[in-house]
């Protein structure tokens, strides 16, 4: 149970973010597949990755914290071993799918679980077209959750075409990874473009992956050749907290550095600026061919918008914090297109109307796949829950602490993407 108190001051100075969860992840993976240690810079601590360097740890990589950096090293794109017991993926969807594809065309029996939430959540849409691949993969019910075993395959994994029916970054890079053992290259259509992270990492590592628009083809590796140092960039998705807050609190002019800024994962920027939000990114960078920068954001008077369709993969985690802005702006907002949130840590959708009505009486509402946000109602003091998820919570908390206060219920939740978010509310 935590209380956040209501802000009386706008934000101002610099922010630093942690890494960002999807790079820090994929880190981990793909310089587990190399054979020469990788040093991985401003890697994100928290609990999701943690898991997956438990996972990868089980299969044999190496990985070592010395003061805080982070060394990775694999046995090789062919080195991986058969665990010793269950690999346990705890609330981290990223690193089951992730690795559910990783492990499909390995010569060995690994068998998955998770936390209550992820054993809930569908896995069918990855076993799907790695089971087309040639995979053998057995999980519980016809969703195919939890607890999941993977067979040795029977022979050698095919390429396939395979038409993504939701755009999904975990789908798309766990037959990514499949891909990369198959006979022949592999093609997969994304019905809008994801996040491409693990794209842009495996060619850093010598994978040849070619992509046109939604089309993405992956050719067999043999070997991969590892940079000596990945750098993580701050997460957008944490960053979405305070670029909200900042926009909406009076009074703000914050700098938040070194924020990835690859295309796929900005949309929250377009979005809040049609909204009438001031953000500038400054000093643009890259590495390993990814781009970030330092955000600026000022205060600004918000209106409604509406919006959906291919943008929607380019801000999926960051639609609880934008119902928060859209909250405090002027007008009606309408995000079409959503119903992937009812997948997600919880219902998002559900949550989202049912806990932030608490503290914005009947401005939230949805129908299957639609939010809707009615702006500049009056806000109350509430008691919310977070249905211990991490989004839930960190959007709750600006929500509270930019109206009239909020306790909510589970603050350790946190610790998945953003294990300092308090500190910094409340410093
Ligand atoms: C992620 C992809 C997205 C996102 C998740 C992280 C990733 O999920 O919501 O938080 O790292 O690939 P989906 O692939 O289910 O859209």
Request: glycine letters at 8%.
């Amino acid at each position: 149970m935590k209380k956040i108190l209501s802000l009386n001051h706008g934000l101002r100075g610099e922010i630093k973010i942690p890494g960002d969860k999807s790079i820090s992840h994929r880190s981990i993976m793909i310089s587990g597949l190399g054979n020469t240690p990788v040093e991985i810079e401003n890697f994100l601590a928290g609990a999701d990755c943690l898991s997956t360097i438990s996972c990868m740890e089980k299969m044999g990589v190496d990985v070592k914290n010395l003061d805080g950096k982070i060394f990775v090293k694999g046995n090789g794109l062919f080195g991986l071993h058969e665990p010793e017991n269950i690999l346990d993926a705890g609330n981290s969807g990223t690193t089951l799918r992730l690795l559910l594809g990783l492990t499909a065309p390995q010569n060995f029996l690994v068998t998955f679980t998770g936390d209550s939430s992820l054993r809930k959540r569908p896995m069918a849409r990855v076993i799907k077209p790695l089971s087309e691949m040639g995979a053998s993969i057995f999980g519980r019910n016809d969703n195919k959750n939890l607890p999941i075993a993977v067979l040795k395959p029977a022979q050698k994994f095919r390429g396939i075409t395979y038409e993504m029916p939701v755009a999904s970054a975990q789908v798309k890079s766990a037959i990514i990874f499949a891909g990369l053992y198959a006979d022949s290259p592999t093609m997969i259509i994304e019905p809008y473009p994801s996040r491409n992270h693990t794209e842009k990492m495996l060619r850093a590592f010598g994978a040849k992956i070619e992509t046109a628009g939604n089309v993405i083809k992956i050719f067999p590796a043999e070997n991969f050749v590892a940079p000596k140092k990945i750098f993580v960039p701050g997460d957008i998705s944490s960053a979405a907290y305070w670029i909200v807050l900042a926009s909406i609190l009076e009074n703000s002019d914050v700098t938040i550095k070194n924020i990835g800024v690859n295309e796929t994962r900005t949309g929250i920027i377009d979005v809040l600026k049609n909204m009438g939000a001031q953000i500038e990114i400054l000093n643009e960078r890259e590495s390993g061919g990814e781009i970030f920068a330092d955000l600026r954001v000022v205060s600004a008077k918000l209106r409604g918008v509406e919006f959906g369709g291919e943008i929607i993969p380019r801000l999926i985690d960051e639609i609880p914090a934008l119902a928060v802005a859209a909250a405090f702006a002027e007008g009606e907002t309408i995000i079409h297109d959503v119903g992937e949130l009812r997948v997600k840590e919880t219902d998002r959708l559900a949550a989202i109307v049912d806990e932030f009505n608490k503290i914005s009486h009947g401005s939230f509402s949805a129908t299957d796949d639609t939010l809707i946000i009615r702006g500049g109602a009056e806000k109350f003091f509430a008691e919310c829950k977070t249905y211990a998820d991490h989004r839930m919570a960190m959007s709750l908390s600006i929500f509270g602490a930019a109206a009239k206060g909020v306790e909510i219920d589970d603050a350790d939740c946190v610790k998945i993407s953003y294990p300092d978010f308090f500190e910094e509310l409340t410093n």
